[in-house]
């Protein structure tokens, strides 16, 4: 991919970058030497005409977005090495030849110094979803990376950027095989089956991000009355279910999902009597169930994608935890969590504090939770760590 122009900073504004930040605000640019399009590769100087990275040129709050701090040929090459390297901390992990689980992500943005795009991989299927429009004009040199490192392991690659690009950058994106076709099989996680529809369903298809989560509710499920709110595809029903769960409750307002879940309980549990599933809203839910549950999950959508709604989303997430809080059985176990990136972990831990305080509930914190692994934090870039969790034993 060919530099198409200079971009030079403000006096001091390289500091950030001098620190391996991935992003270039736009009140950090002084002047521009070309005409770049979004998503072209731009060379970026200080004030004082030194080269300090190259990157993403794009139109917004973020300017661009840094692929490299050194003078490199922005190629096929350079793509596979990163993938590469992706690749093989994700071996180091024992996810990429693992028995019992076959879905992981191979490709977390500013944490694998891709910024802007995610690789999910599913079985013999990978998805790219990119969030920038440098991203999906690189999607080509992206899936013959991911080729090259994989070989035949994979059969398919789908694109889905339709939903996450910047809605003006007219690209008329269409969510598609770029390599190979639909393969219909159910992945493993923790030799737990789930059927995914990375075509249909939300993000790639599944929430990737749970599975350590997920994993530690089966620990804390047996012999309980477990209530899975916002449940999506059923997550952590299965789980639950599959630690010995005495009853299971899964709640989420799409039909669509709850269809999803059951067709999950099957595949792992045959007909199950221990599992129902209410297509309904989350809030009403909770109002009606006075003391029926020993251990309930709340993994709501991002309540907040933004600062401008920060305050209205901490408010809905105190108002939901402070149902929660009333509603649970003495002696319960509470996972609670949040996706937005906006809100940090003090803003959640101030508005489940207060949510608690509100119910009068003595709560304590067992765990405090995070993404795992293969959604690595780029140690330079904080704001990568979006999924916040605490795990409480309220009295």
């Not at 689980?101 to 490709?107: A, E, H, P, V």
């Not at 035949?152 to 095989?177: H, M, V």
């Not at 045959?270 to 169930?289: K, P, Q, V």
């Amino acid at each position: 991919m060919e530099v198409t122009a200079q971009v030079f900073l403000k006096p001091k504004k390289e500091e950030s970058l001098l620190r391996f930040h991935p992003w270039i605000f736009s009140g950090a640019i002084r002047h521009i030497i070309g005409n770049p399009k979004e998503g072209d590769v731009v060379e970026v100087y200080t004030a004082s005409n030194e080269f300090i990275a190259l990157g993403h040129y794009q139109i917004g709050s973020i300017a661009v977005r840094i692929l490299s701090f050194d003078p490199v040929d922005i190629n096929q090459e350079f793509w596979n090495a990163r993938i590469r390297r992706a690749f093989e901390a994700r071996a180091a992990l024992g996810l990429t030849n693992s028995a019992t689980t076959n879905c992981y992500r191979l490709i977390h943005g500013e944490g694998d110094n891709l910024p802007g795009v995610i690789v999910d991989i599913y079985g013999d299927t990978a998805v790219v979803q990119s969030h920038s429009v440098g991203m999906y004009l690189s999607r080509d040199y992206i899936a013959e990376g991911i080729k090259q490192v994989y070989g035949n392991r994979i059969k398919a690659i789908y694109d889905k950027s339709e939903g996450t690009l910047p809605f003006k950058a007219g690209l008329n994106a269409k969510d598609e095989y770029i390599f190979g076709s639909a393969i219909d099989t159910p992945v493993l996680e923790n030799g737990i089956k789930f059927n995914v529809s990375w075509e249909e369903g939300q993000k790639t298809g599944f929430f990737l991000d749970q599975r350590d989560n997920r994993e530690l509710v089966g620990k804390y499920s047996k012999g309980r009355d477990v209530l899975n709110m916002f449940c999506y595809t059923g997550g952590f029903s299965l789980y639950a279910l599959a630690g010995g769960a005495n009853s299971v409750d899964s709640v989420d307002s799409s039909k669509k999902a709850m269809d999803m879940v059951d067709r999950n309980v099957e595949i792992n549990f045959g007909i199950n009597h221990n599992h129902t599933s209410y297509a309904e809203d989350a809030f009403e839910h909770l109002r009606t169930i006075d003391g029926k549950y020993d251990l309930i999950i709340l993994d709501p959508p991002a309540f907040a994608k933004h600062n401008k709604v920060l305050n209205k989303a901490l408010l809905g997430y105190r108002r939901l935890n402070a149902l929660a809080f009333h509603k649970i059985k003495p002696g319960g176990i509470l996972f609670t969590f949040s996706c937005s990136q906006v809100v940090t972990k003090e803003h959640f831990r101030n508005s489940v504090f207060t949510a608690a305080a509100i119910s009068g509930r003595n709560v304590r914190i067992l765990h405090q939770l995070t993404q795992p692994a293969d959604h690595p934090i780029n140690i330079y870039h904080p704001e990568g760590e979006y999924l916040k969790g605490l795990v409480l034993y309220v009295e």
